[in-house]
DNA sequence: CATAAATCAATCATAATCATTCATAAATTA
DNA sequence: TAATTTATGAATGATTATGATTGATTTATG
């Protein structure tokens, strides 16, 4: 069997299943262990799926991240309603920082040409130009997956500028730990950007209450939330920070 | 059986199977391997399909379109040929820069996967990502129109680099004027990198030699320059510097 | 907490596959 | 026809993929 066939079939039973032991693998395939290891090393280097013990974890929701193609259709209403809700709160020729992520995409149509963007997603970048907005991009290493861009590089090139808003995404929110993200690189990014901004937002389906990821890089009361639904979380943290609910 | 007809053949076999054994298509053609390898290796260039260890997998409807509309660009055949020339340079797994632009662009299905690359072009990051290549991106301010990096912050982010082998692109060639291009700032990105690489090299299709543009960037004799074919201003720096000539 | 079981990364030798080169044959052009 | 280009197959040494083995690490369990 081929390699490459072995990676087509590994990662669509993954895409049903969610979870997969290795075992599992090595009887759909006939190869030996050593091959499948070395197959998920390879798959997780390339951002298809994240390896766990015992087996792999496809790179979607929660736990994990999902790849940006995947993103841009789950809640994609939602995410339409909380981008156009979240637009509105930039005043005149400001400049801003954009984060990387589908939902931050959804924000480009509805901003004014006349104010200035940063940004760390070089996938923005067709849309901006298109709108004629003028654009700066943050340096560094080019995440594979979701090609966002992180490392140290892009921290300290994120540091020369100061923000009069950021409109940054995240993965989990919960009254405990706070905003998280997966990936340590880019929570490191989040942290500078929040640092560097007069005014915090952060953009967050309603799926991300009440779910925890990996690394923390905020507090909610540190940001204004933007969501899309009321949840259980949400409700408890009203006390704490301002939340806006844009209805889809 | 001709040439043609076997790519015909190779092509209909993988519309069915998704991917295709080197073996299998020997078996169906009464083929050397030699030459089903060359096949294979001419059908990718075209985009009609991926190679992969031990045969070849099907290739995306994106990524075909993309060659198409890649192909309708001036001179594309002598772009395509000075492309694969330049990729050929790059010994091991080095670290190279690329430069913003369509030449350059079509050094990437050429490239090795092992290699790192910097570019402070964000257009060749969706064919970097798909051939798995490391990748650092320039941060600075993005240029409307041709989409490259560029300015005193791009200089600047690019000094922490050092490359083995820069290859770069070029408006105009004289004898009297050097390396021209029309934009000061993009200049200025590509006078650091040539600084900052052991190797370096000049990208240029020959409509580039006799014309000069506003901002000078470097000297022919501080390159090699790779063309595609020989015009008088060619002939003249021959006794200066190296010129390599790649024959569509 | 301690032990056993499972899972893991690292290494090795082997086999498969690969790019490159060369000489020859076919096709094309002068 | 002769010269030139192109296509081909065989041979080569290099690269990559593979499965088995090792001992280390992690997880499960009593």
Redesign the interface.
Known sequence: M????RH?LILSLLADKQTIRLQEIIDHTNASESTIRRDLDTLE??GKLNRVHGGASAATLTKEEATMSEKSEKFHAEKEAIASFAARFIKGKETIFLDAGSTTNLMIPHLDPSITVVTNG?EH?PM??ER?IT????????K?GT?A?IGA??VE?LR?YRFDRCFVGVNGITEEDGLTTPDPEEAAIKKNVLAQSLSRYILADHSKFGTRTFTKFGDPEDAILITDASTPTAEKLKSKTEIEVAHP
């Open positions: 081929l390699t490459a066939e087509q280097k390339k070089p970048l901006l130009a004629g654009t700066y991009l943050i340096g560094g290493f080019v594979p090609r861009v590089n892009a090139n020369q």
